[in-house]
T-cell receptor, first 113, second 114 residues
């Protein structure tokens, strides 16, 4: 009963390094989302996908890239890490259009130093 | 320099009391609303939802009230327990928007005193 799985749970990057945050879901959901959560704040949408091969920008996409080659996986790529990208990143998925209940992973805590 | 996080609104209640968490939403076109609970170190967890054609919806120990006139949403938790301690977020959605994007509020931290 895995749901949405994110790896790694924690990561420290140096400025300018790159990394990929992994997200996979086993619920056969079409829609997937990436959010960031800064201390004391709500979640802000980075990118989303409505199905394999289709992605679109959210509210704060700068500095990030995504791909969606399969229904299950939705990786988030940071190319040149900056201190402003220090945050907790959450991946979520939802099944379809009837209800917009998004199911979240446990998050990746990223520090850029 | 390092950014400083905002202090979340905090609600402190005694165990066994009822809790009411409030949320003002921004978009009058929003027609679907969700409450999430986020425990420390975990992802948000769905609690209850409500569509804009309803004023009230009840779940197990939780009730959501919607007042579209003033764009206000509330979550009532009956007989609050220590396990209810968490940050609670409301989220709104306009079903006409592409991709089913949710807009999240800042959150309220609920602290339950034993």
């Amino acid at each position: 009963n895995a749901g949405v799985t994110q790896t790694p749970k924690f990561r420290i990057l140096k400025i300018g390094q790159s990394m990929t945050l992994q997200c996979t879901q086993d619920m056969n959901h079409n829609y997937m989302y990436w959010y960031r959560q800064d201390p004391g704040m709500g979640l802000k949408l980075i990118y989303y996908s409505v199905g394999a091969g289709i992605t679109d920008k959210g509210e704060v996409p700068n500095g990030y890239n995504v791909s969606r080659s399969t229904t299950e996986d939705f990786p988030l790529r940071l190319e040149l890490a900056a201190p402003s990208q220090t945050s907790v990143y959450f991946c979520a998925s939802r099944q379809g259009v009837a209800k917009n209940i998004q199911y979240f992973g446990a998050g990746t805590r990223l520090s850029v130093l | 320099g390092e950014s400083v996080g905002l202090h979340l609104p905090t609600l402190s209640v005694q165990e066994g009391d009822n809790s009411i968490i409030n949320c003002a939403y921004s978009n009058s076109a929003s027609d679907y609303f969700i409450w999430y609970k986020q425990e420390s170190g975990k992802g948000p967890q769905f609690i209850i939802d409500i569509r804009s054609n309803m004023d009230k919806r009840q779940g197990q120990r939780v009730t959501v009230l919607l007042n579209k006139t003033v764009k206000h949403l509330s979550l009532q938790i009956a007989a609050t327990q220590p396990g209810d301690s968490a940050v609670y977020f409301c989220a709104e959605n306009n079903s006409g928007n592409q991709g089913g994007k949710l807009i999240f509020g800042q959150g309220t931290e609920l602290s339950v005193k034993p």
